[in-house]
């Protein structure tokens, strides 16, 4: 029973983060603008990635909106994410998070809440998305 603990311990004390690198579709749902399609850039930073952390690039893009720019932090399946169109004069900019998961065709999937403290007086909504191979 010691062996084992102490294996479970090494296996979990060198886990590694999972890569979420890719492009996926999305189906949101805007609390002020209603649904949208939209397409997510995730991409690693390996040099800011240790262990079960892992730092990203982080892009969305919706038509009519524009290009979200912003950065994520993950620990395991939980990631942050910062996302603002560049021209912060309408305030469309915000923090969300998200729980990623495995399709049936082991591709990545989220689902994301999001927060924008000034975007119309204060906003939130939801996003779905599934990697595109």
């Not at 399946?77 to 004069?89: N, P, R, S, T, W």
């Not at 729980?99 to 990545?108: A, E, G, P, R």
Request: with cysteine.
């Amino acid at each position: 029973m010691k062996t084992f603990f102490f294996l479970l311990c090494v296996i979990t004390s060198n886990a590694i983060a999972h890569d979420f690198s890719g492009r996926y579709e999305c189906d949101g749902k805007d609390g002020s603008e209603g649904a949208y399609k939209g397409e997510v850039i995730m991409n690693l930073k390996k040099q800011f990635t240790q262990k079960d952390y892992a730092s990203y690039d982080f892009v969305l893009k919706v038509p009519g909106f524009g290009e979200y720019n912003g950065f994520a932090a993950a620990n395991n399946l939980d990631v942050a994410i910062y996302f603002g169109l560049d021209d912060k004069q309408n305030e469309d900019y915000g923090v969300g998070i998200a729980k990623f998961s495995k399709t049936k065709n082991n591709l990545w999937q989220f689902h994301k809440f999001y927060f924008e403290p000034g975007y119309k007086g204060g906003n939130t909504g939801f996003e779905d998305c599934i990697q595109v191979k």
